[in-house]
């Protein structure tokens, strides 16, 4: 039987009620069982089955390859692990093409995954999108600024909200999101300046990534957290850990032990 004392789980309410007392809402992702019960024992509101899925355990070089079915598979391994934190997956592209679509595919994570709520990239175009959702009980987090899903027509990562016209733009998406319903919106890369006047003109949480440190909440892949990859992390990850080395350690020690304690074992067969 398990020693973890079960404690009751974060709701989207509670979310709206940190932000009323000003408390960080942290977040962080995790695709996987193991994974998402030791994010959840360490304190995380948040665990977002992010679409990152893709590039850092699936091997794809962007999210675009991702499906609605991984999404699904691994999502209900999250919630299987994480018993506190409120949890959020990812719509992957091609599942939100237009509000009926989006919403058949919301229901679906629902019912088959028992997540609390879907995060759908995209700014003005997605509102339509979300106050359908809304209106049928799907809890929303939006999400602007860089939007991985749309790398080729934005023509790579990069920063957001440099120019006056693209900060006129996030501030109105941000706006949007929050009118249509969004109970939390992610801003990943938009210039810290932009983020926190943007955090202060809403009453939803902005959750930062890469935005500095002024927006109501922050997220981080898990992996860049833990120093879990097989390529450089993004430069404002901070990794506080080097388990990718941990792990070429003892499996590097396991294979010479292995090796050295066994000796060659002769290729005899015998006849019984
Ligand atoms: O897919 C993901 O992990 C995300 C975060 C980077 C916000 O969308």
Known sequence: MSAQTPSKRLTTRDIAAMRQRGETVAMLTAYDATMAALVDMAGADMILIGDSLGNVVLGYDSTLPVTLDDMIRHAAAVKRGAKRALLVCDLPFGAVTDPQTALVNAVRVLKETGVEAVKIEGGLSMVPTVERLVAHGVAVVGHIGLTPQH?????????????????????????????????????????????????????????????????????????????????????????????????????????????AERGPIPLVLRAD
């Open 151 to 259: 790398v080729h027509q934005m023509g790579g990562y990069y920063m957001h909200g440099k120019d006056e016209a693209s900060a006129r733009r996030l501030r109105e998406e941000a706006k949007a999101l929050e009118a249509a319903g969004a109970f939390a919106i992610v801003l990943e890369c938009v210039t810290p300046a932009l983020a926190a006047e943007i955090t202060h003109s809403l009453t939803i949480p902005t959750i930062g990534i890469g935005s500095g440190k002024d927006c109501a909440g922050q997220v981080l892949v898990i992996n860049d957290l833990i120093g879990l990859n097989i390529t450089p992390p993004p430069s404002f990850a901070r990794p506080r850990a080097d388990v990718a080395s941990v792990i070429r350690t003892a499996v590097a020690e396991y294979v010479a032990e292995t090796k």
